[in-house]
C-alpha cells in the first residue's frame, strides 16, 4: 500500500490492528507510524516488528500520516481532537474504532474524511467481521481502499450506523460473551458432576472450533445443526427446551444493558466534543 497509516493508541486494540495488518501483509512495518500515551508501549509494539516508527506526538502523527486509525477510549477523544484538529486536512482518511463516538460528531470537529470500523479481537488469526461504516465525505475510491485493508485481516461488512451497537455486540464483545459462555458450561459441568477442569476445558473448546467449521464449512445452518443433534425426545432437546425458557430472558437484558451503557457515552462523547468545539 502506498500510504503512511497512523495509529493512535496501540492499547489491546490498536496493537492487535497493527500486528493483525503486518502479519497478513496488507501492511509492511515501515508503512506504519504509531503514537501512544504512555510511550514505553509504543515502544514495545515498534520493537517487535522493526520498521515501524513512532511519533514524537499525535499532532506530528497527523502531519505526517494518509489514514489515521483512533484506536482510543471514548473519552480519550476530546484530549486527543484538540490535539490533532488543527493538522487534519481534508484529503485525509480518519479512522475511529470507538462505537459511542458518532460520525457526525467527528464529522463536525475534524475537516477529514471520517470512517467508523469496529474491528474484532478475532482479526489476530485473520478471522472474525469488521465492522465498516462510512462517514458522508468518503469517495468510492476511499471506500475500496480501505474495505481492501480491512478485507486482510477478516471479513468487513457495511452497515448503519443505527445498528453499530447491536453488530458490536454480536461481532465484537460476542467473543468475549461466546468465551464466557464456554467457560461456564465447562466450570458448572465440573460443579454438578465433578469432572475435572483439565478435561472439561479442552472439551468445550474443541466443540466450539468443530461446531464453527460445521456451521462455516460444513453446510449446516445454525438451526439445521441443531435439529440434527437434538433427535425428537432425546437429551438435547430436552437440554434445548431448558435453555430457551430460562436463557431467552438473560439474553434480552443483555442486549438492553449494553445498549443503555452505549446510550449514555454517546451522551458523554458529544457533550465533551461540543464543550471542544465551542471552546475552539
Ligand atoms: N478491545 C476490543 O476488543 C475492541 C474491539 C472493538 C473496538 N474497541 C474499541 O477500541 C477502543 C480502544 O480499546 P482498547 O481495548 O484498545 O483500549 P486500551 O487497551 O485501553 O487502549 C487504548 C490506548 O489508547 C491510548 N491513549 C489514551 N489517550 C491517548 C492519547 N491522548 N494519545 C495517545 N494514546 C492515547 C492508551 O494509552 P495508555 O497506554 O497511556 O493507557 C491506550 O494504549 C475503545 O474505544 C474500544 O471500544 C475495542
Redesign the pocket.
Known sequence: MSKLVGF???????RTLVEALIRSEALRPSEILI????RS?AQALAESHPGIRIAES?AELVREADWVFL????R?YR??LD?IGIWAGKDQMMIS???PVMIRDLEAVLPSKIAKI????THAVLDGTCLFIPGSRLTLQDREELLRLLSAIGTPLEIDERHCRVA?DLA?CGPAFLAHFLEQLARTAGEVTGLPRETAIPLVIQMARGTARMLTEGGFSLESLQERVAVPGGITQEGLNLLEREFDPVLNRLFRLTHAKFAEDVEKVRQSLHEAESKG
Open positions: 493512535i493508541g496501540t492499547g489491546s486494540m490498536g503514537s501512544n500515551r504512555t508501549k499525535n484506536c482510543i477510549k471514548p480519550d484530549e486527543v490535539e474504532i470507538t462505537s469496529i474491528p474484532s479481537i458490536s465484537s
